[in-house]
């Protein structure tokens, strides 16, 4: 249990900085805002949580 726990916060954490790094690009090039992007931080996020509360 503890390698799938291990597993889901190093995937919501990857998820989570590819989402940042999107949006970041989205700011500095000036393209449309795209409410995805804060859906993959979010979802990140929320699988971040989810690793924390399964324990």
Known sequence: ???ANLFIRYFGL???LVGIILNIKMYIF???PT???FLL????ILLI????LKR
Do not use: H, P
């Open 41 to 44: 931080c979010l979802f990140g």
């Open 35 to 37: 409410y995805l992007f």
């Open 1 to 3: 249990m503890k390698r």
């Open 14 to 16: 990857l998820v989570f």
């Open 30 to 32: 000036d393209e449309w």
């Open 49 to 52: 949580g989810i690793s924390y």
